[in-house]
T-cell receptor
Framework: ETGVTQSPTHLIKTRGQQVTLRCSSQ?????VSWYQQALGQGPQFIFQ???????GRGNFPPRFSGLQFPNYSSELNVNALELDDSALYLC????????????FGQGTRLTVV | GENVEQHPSTLSVQEGDSAVIKCTYS??????FPWYKQELGKRPQLIID?????GEKKDQRIAVTLNKTAKHFSLHITETQPEDSAVYFC?????????????FGTGTLLAVQP
């Protein structure tokens, strides 16, 4: 186990709705990254948060946004859900921004219908 | 930005045989190459990683080799066991040296036949 926890584990939403996913980082880790893993593919980097600020972003539209809290936990928000947003959303924590190993949580399985 | 290609997409071996998975990358500034194992329905698990200042790293039955000139790195699993069956992903930094902003390969489904 990595000590990274995510909630909820599964979620079903309707197209057009908004969703919030949550992540608690491993103890001592101040950096949180979010990834999207579509079925049969590798994880894709969405963005990273450090000191409550976005610290790098992948090729995802602005309707994907995030937050980081003083205790280093993080949220991923997705607005105007599309069917293609159905995926496993993974959170990874690291001890420092931009460096060190990335340890993943168990993920949230989002299904958009 | 970086681009990572991974081969093969599927690999079937007999228990006890060796398995090799290969990845290539495009950005010569990349300096960190992790490998993740993902069992069905579970999280990607970091199994081994290598930095660009070494050519090989071993951890029991698992080894990773790196050829910086050719821009490729490989995962070697010896004496495979049924519990090694999983999807394996290679990765590289998405931008230069940011080792925890990763771009992943497309994955290799390894099946170890008893």
């Amino acid at each position: 186990e990595t000590g990274v926890t995510q909630s909820p584990t599964h979620l079903i939403k309707t197209r057009g709705q908004q969703v919030t996913l949550r992540c608690s980082s491993q103890s001592g880790h101040n950096t949180v990254s979010w990834y999207q893993q579509a079925l049969g593919q590798g994880p894709q980097f969405i963005f990273q948060y450090y000191r409550e600020e976005e610290n790098g972003r992948g090729n995802f539209p602005p309707r994907f946004s995030g937050l980081q809290f003083p205790n280093y936990s993080s949220e991923l928000n997705v607005n105007a859900l599309e069917l293609d947003d159905s995926a496993l959303y993974l959170c990874a924590s690291s001890p420092v921004p931009g460096q060190g190993q990335a340890f993943f949580g168990q993920g949230t399985r989002l299904t958009v219908v | 930005g970086e681009n990572v290609e991974q081969h093969p997409s599927t690999l079937s071996v007999q228990e006890g045989d060796s398995a090799v998975i290969k990845c290539t990358y495009s950005d010569s500034a990349s300096n960190y190459f992790p490998w993740y194992k993902q069992e069905l329905g579970k999280r990607p698990q970091l199994i081994i990683d290598i930095r660009s200042n070494v050519g090989e790293k071993k951890d029991q039955r698992i080894a990773v080799t790196l050829n910086k000139t050719a821009k490729h790195f490989s995962l070697h699993i010896t004496e495979t066991q049924p519990e090694d069956s999983a999807v394996y992903f290679c990765a590289a930094p998405l931008y230069g040296g940011a080792t925890n902003k990763l771009i992943f390969g497309t994955g290799t489904l390894l099946a170890v036949q008893p």
